[in-house]
Structures are given as structure tokens and as C-alpha cells.
């Protein structure tokens, strides 16, 4: 399928800047310039989004945020996912981004973090509302420019160190995620593309602080998906925005956002086209944030298949690179919240060892506040180490080791750069494929999950997805009912 064609051929204004490259590629871009095992590893992606926000959908604080949201918004034309319900093309993305991201379950970029899905598909979702028909080509391809949009622009401000100054990195440059997939989805020119990136870019926003006890965490990304929305669409109708924004030396995106911290331009554009970011895409399998998953991994490498009982150990020690020891640790307290349970690598490592599997039922009010999780959280330390934890590695990652005390006098430690699903592991599309259906059986009946499967990993020959948005609209089950 060849890219949309733009009402106009207007170009940027600089066309070889950053953002001018970028918003010429967007344009030019068609579905067969991108490779069959990123568009293979897209669909799956897709998949896993859906899935992750059919299970989000009827949570405690999804409930919480529907009649909120319905409350300010009214109805519309575009469905919420899961309920069977209606509301406007803005209200809609907040609402299904943060189903995606409602329970720690969905994909996340390690390099420079942020959550993919929860951004591209509810803008995508809302974009489809407002044209005639979209076939699953041009929504395949529209989320792969997404993907790569919102990957490269958290690079190129070095992503990780966002997390550690206290920005929730992906809602800060997922904006350009989700204005690039509904951009290209609208097929927008070169200039009207510039226009919806410097849209998106003032937009930008998100604070860390969310991840104790705010159920504004989950919201986060949901919030840059309609802002991403709304940019494309702006854009689109000629209401104009930062024209250079990734250039700008003063109040531009990077400059602002990365000031002090050398953020690189260079990255938005290097081996654009020829490298693709969406096959290092993570898919989780632990119902935590990522950058817990090698502790839990860890965890359950040393019990070897068999839990412990809090009596059988003396202490804990958890060390991990910056990012993680900002984003993952603070002493908890009783009450912990979900959320802030989620967040909290002495909490995931403790029921890691405790229950064997880190899953939606490790986060229920009751095993939250179970006394032997506490027992542990009270022996464990976690300590900041910024060089590598092996001698063998070279790379940058998670480099977290932990190493336990147990009674008796035995010590035992397993240190992991990466963990199951990330980029040096990751999960195959078999993988992908039972973990959807696995969450899918929660919520739903078999055959509907099954059709969603089907039209998925059929995008690019679908000729229209109106039966796709008909499924996940209908009322879903609530996973903790």
C-alpha cells in the first residue's frame, strides 16, 4: 500500500533539519518500504496493546476514570474499549490510553522509555472515527510511524535520564508518537507534519512523582495520545505550530526538555528508514514496570521453580543503575497502593519470591498488605551502582543484581542485564500470541477474542475496520470482579 496522498505537496521549513527529515519521511513513507518482520512484529504489538486494554478496561480506577472523563466529555461517535459506550475523539484516547497502561502489562522502549501502544492506538482509534474508512493496511503502517516517531524523539533526549530529573518520560515525547500515527493516518504533507510535531511538542508533560499512589499515572500516556490527536488534527486543518522544534536553541523541544543534558537531534534521523526501532520493543510479562522485570526475573531464576516462605530469608539486597534506583525505589509504607506496588522493586521482588509469578493477583489490596510481603520489604535494601554488575557486559541496560541471605548461612546472587522480553531476549510472536489470549480469557468470550486475533495478524489484507472496533467495543468482564 503506498503512503496516503497529501492534500498539498507544501514542504517543512528546512527540510534537512531533524524535524523536516522527519516530516518528509513520515510523508514518503509507504507500507512496502517497511520490512515484512517489522510489519509481522508491529501486528503483534498491536495485539498485545488490545489485549492489555481489554484487561485495563474495567479496573477500580479505569471505572474511576470513564465516568470522570464521560462526565466532562458527553458522548460522541468513538468507542471506549471494553464498555460498550461512546464519547468524543479526545475523550476517547485518554480513556483506551489508559486502559493499555492500566495495569503495568504493556509494552515498554528501554532505550528511551516509554509505552508505545497506549499512544499510537487509542490516537489511531479516535483518527479512524473521523474519516470515511481505513483499511488495516494504512492502520498497520500509520502505528509503525508511530512507533518509530516516539522511540526516536526519546532518544535523542537520551530517554532515560528524562526518568531519573523526574519526568514520566513517555508522556513527554509520546505526544510525537501518537501525532505522527494519526498524521499518517490523515495523510498529512511534509509542512503539515512539521506543524503537527511542533503541536505535539507544547504540549509535552508528565511528572514521575505519580507513580506512589496517583491513579494519574495511568492516565498519563492516555493524555499524550489525545494530545498527539489533537496536534494531527490541528495540523490537518491548518492551524499552525512550532515550525524547527527540534532545533529551536531557545524554547524548542529539545532544548528545553534536555536542557543540561546534551540532548542529541542527531538522533531523530539516524538510520531513518533502515533501522527500525518497533523490533526492540518490549512485551512484557510481568504485571510491573519494567524496570523491575530483571529483579523479578532474578527472583525467580534463584527459586528455581519453588517459592519461599519470608522465614526462609534473612535479607536482601537489590542494586541497580540510576534510572531504576529513581524510578523503582522509595521505602514503601503500609498502605501501598496498587500503583505504587507496581512501581516498587521491594514489593515485585518479594512477591517474586514469595508467590512465584508477578500477575494481576500479586496486587490485590489484600496481597499488598500481607504481612510475610512486609517481613521481606523490611530486609531488603536496594542500592544505586551506576558501573556494569558483570565484567562481560558492554552495553548500557538494567544491570541489576540481587543477592539473597538465606537462613542458615548461605548467600546466593544472580545479576541480569536484561530481562525476559527485552531486547536481547525477547518474547517470539508465539509468545506474544499466548500472553494476548491468556489475558484475553479473563474478560472476554473465546470466540471474540479469537476474531480480534484473527483481524490483527490479518491487518494488511483487512479492507475495512469497523468489525475490529465493533469487537472491542462491547462490554469486557473486570479481571478483579
Given at each position: 500500500m503506498s503512503a496516503p496522498t497529501p492534500t498539498t505537496t507544501r514542504q517543512p521549513t528546512d527540510p534537512r533539519g531533524p524535524t523536516g527529515q522527519l516530516a518528509t519521511w513520515l510523508t514518503a513513507t509507504s507500507l512496502e518500504q517497511i520490512p515484512a518482520s517489522v510489519r509481522e512484529r508491529a501486528a503483534h504489538l498491536v495485539l498485545d496493546g488490545l489485549g492489555c486494554a481489554l484487561i485495563g478496561a474495567r479496573l477500580p480506577?479505569?471505572?474511576?476514570?470513564?465516568?470522570?472523563?464521560?462526565?466532562?466529555?458527553?458522548?460522541?461517535?468513538?468507542?471506549v474499549i471494553g464498555w460498550g459506550r461512546t464519547t468524543s475523539g479526545p475523550a476517547a484516547a485518554v480513556l483506551n490510553g489508559t486502559f493499555i497502561q492500566g495495569f503495568e502489562l504493556?509494552?515498554?522502549y528501554p532505550a528511551a522509555p516509554l509505552h508505545s501502544t497506549s499512544l499510537v492506538l487509542p490516537a489511531l482509534l479516535?483518527?479512524?472515527?473521523?474519516?470515511?474508512?481505513?483499511?488495516?493496511?494504512?492502520?498497520l503502517r500509520a502505528t509503525v510511524l508511530g512507533f518509530e516517531t516516539g522511540t526516536r524523539v526519546g532518544l535523542a533526549l537520551h530517554g532515560s535520564e528524562m526518568l531519573s530529573r523526574g519526568?514520566?518520560?513517555g508522556s513527554v515525547f509520546g505526544t510525537h508518537a501518537a501525532a505522527a500515527a494519526s498524521g499518517a493516518l490523515r495523510g498529512l504533507d511534509a509542512a503539515a507534519f512539521e506543524d503537527a510535531l511542533g503541536l505535539a511538542a507544547t504540549q509535552s508533560a508528565g511528572l514521575m512523582a505519580a507513580q506512589y499512589e496517583?491513579?494519574?499515572?495511568?492516565?498519563?500516556?492516555?493524555?499524550?495520545?489525545r494530545n498527539g490527536f489533537y496536534a494531527a488534527g490541528?495540523?490537518?486543518?491548518?492551524?499552525?505550530?512550532?515550525?524547527?522544534?527540534?532545533?529551536?536553541p531557545y524554547g524548542g523541544f529539545l532544548s528545553t526538555f534536555g536542557e543540561g543534558h546534551n540532548p542529541d537531534a542527531t538522533q531523530i534521523t539516524k538510520g531513518l528508514g533502515q533501522e527500525w526501532n518497533t523490533e526492540q520493543i518490549t512485551v512484557k510479562i510481568h504485571a510491573a514496570m519494567g524496570g523491575l522485570h530483571p529483579a523479578i526475573d532474578a527472583a525467580l531464576a534463584m527459586t528455581d521453580g519453588r517459592t519461599l516462605g519470608a522465614d526462609d530469608i534473612e535479607s536482601l539486597r537489590i542494586e541497580v543503575p540510576d534510572a531504576i534506583y529513581h524510578h523503582g525505589w522509595w521505602p514503601p509504607e503500609r498502605p501501598l497502593t496498587t500503583i505504587g506496588a507496581q512501581m516498587n522493586i521491594a514489593y515485585a521482588t518479594a512477591v517474586a519470591l514469595l508467590d512465584g509469578h508477578v500477575r494481576p493477583e500479586q496486587f490485590t489490596p489484600a496481597r499488598i498488605d500481607a504481612d510475610d510481603v512486609w517481613q521481606l520489604i523490611g530486609r531488603t535494601e536496594v542500592k544505586q551502582?551506576?558501573?556494569?554488575?558483570?565484567?562481560?557486559?558492554?552495553?548500557?541496560g538494567y544491570n541489576t543484581r540481587?543477592?539473597?541471605?538465606?537462613?542458615?548461612?548461605?548467600?546466593?546472587?544472580?545479576?541480569?542485564?536484561?530481562?525476559?522480553?527485552?531486547?536481547?531476549?525477547?518474547?517470539?510472536?508465539?509468545?506474544?500470541?499466548?500472553?494476548?489470549?491468556?489475558?484475553?480469557?479473563?474478560?472476554?468470550?473465546a470466540d471474540r477474542a479469537a476474531e480480534i486475533e484473527h483481524i490483527v495478524l490479518d491487518l494488511e489484507d483487512q479492507p475495512d475496520l469497523r468489525r475490529l472496533v465493533d469487537l472491542l467495543a462491547a462490554p469486557a468482564r473486570g479481571v478483579l470482579d
Open positions: 480506577w479505569s471505572r474511576t476514570a470513564v465516568e470522570a472523563v464521560l462526565g466532562l466529555e458527553g458522548t460522541g461517535d468513538v468507542p504493556d509494552d515498554y479516535s483518527t479512524a472515527s473521523q474519516l470515511p474508512s481505513v483499511t488495516g493496511a494504512q492502520f519526568w514520566h518520560s496517583a491513579m494519574s499515572k495511568r492516565m498519563h500516556h492516555g493524555l499524550a495520545s490541528l495540523a490537518q486543518a491548518g492551524y499552525t505550530g512550532i515550525k524547527k522544534v527540534f532545533e529551536r551502582v551506576d558501573e556494569p554488575q558483570d565484567p562481560s557486559w558492554t552495553q548500557r540481587l543477592t539473597i541471605a538465606l537462613r542458615g548461612g548461605s548467600v546466593v546472587t544472580q545479576a541480569l542485564n536484561q530481562p525476559h522480553g527485552g531486547p536481547d531476549d525477547p518474547l517470539t510472536n508465539v509468545e506474544i500470541r499466548e500472553k494476548y489470549r491468556a489475558l484475553a480469557a479473563g474478560v472476554i468470550d
